[in-house]
Each structure stands twice: as C-alpha cells, then as structure tokens.
C-alpha cells in the first residue's frame, strides 16, 4: 500500500511539474502597442509559435499610409537597443504579418525585447508605436 501510494505521489508531482512548465511558456501573446511621438498609432501585436516560427501579426490604427518598418528589438521601449533583432514586415495601412523562424514566446519572454515601429523608412529616428514583450 505505501509502496502505490509512493508511486501515485511520484507521477502527481510529474504531472504538476509538465503542467508548470508547459503554462510558463503560452503559445499565443498578446502586446499592447502604444503610440509613440503623438503619432496616434495604438493597437497589438499578436505572438504565435507555429512549426514555422514565431508568427507576429501587427495592427496599429492610424497607421500610415507608407510603409513602416517594423522590428523586434532587444531591451525596452523606455531603453531600447537600436540596432534590431529580428526584422519585421513593414506596416502597410498599420498592419503587418510575419513568420521568424528559429525564435519562440519563450525564448523572447527569457529577456526583454520590444517591437518597435518607425515612422518610414526615410525616417527610422522617428519612433511611432511601441510594445513590450511579457
């Protein structure tokens, strides 16, 4: 009896340790992007790992009518590092949609990354919208 009672602890606490893991790492985010520079340009960046890659989908109202290049950068969108990361889809009419392959939620989620959209590719200074990966 002590020896099934061991046993059933045993895979209980397996079993809560797989489920602890696996909730740690989401297979879908969701990030507020905020406007940037009064341009207006809120909205979310959706995180999704597929087979592919990471799938990013970005849509921003007011956006441009040019297109925006878009990147996933290391640090914050209070302290980020400019040179990007992994590059994006440009934003046409404030949306964008793009697989990375080689990254996953988790794998961003182990540091801080932002994505970043710029006001056009004539003008990459000029931030417009920015989100905080977490």
């Not at 061991?6 to 602890?20: E, K």
């Not at 905020?34 to 989908?57: H, M, Q, R």
Request: net charge positive; aromatic share 2%.
């Amino acid at each position: 009896m002590m020896k099934k009672l061991a046993m059933l602890t045993c895979a209980v606490l397996i079993g809560a340790s797989v489920a602890a893991a696996g909730a740690a790492a989401p297979k879908t985010l969701t990030v507020k992007m905020n406007a940037l520079n009064k341009s207006g340009e809120n909205g979310t960046a959706i995180l999704t790992d597929t087979p592919k890659g990471l799938n990013v989908v970005v849509k921003l109202v007011n956006g441009a009518k040019v297109a925006q290049p878009t990147h996933i950068h290391i640090g914050t969108c209070g302290k980020i590092n400019k040179a990007p990361e992994y590059g994006l889809s440009s934003l046409v009419m404030g949306t964008s949609d793009t697989t990375v392959p080689g990254i996953t939620i988790a794998s961003l989620l182990k540091g801080h990354y932002a994505i970043n959209v710029h006001k056009s590719s004539s003008d990459l200074g000029t931030y417009v919208s920015c989100g905080n990966i977490k």
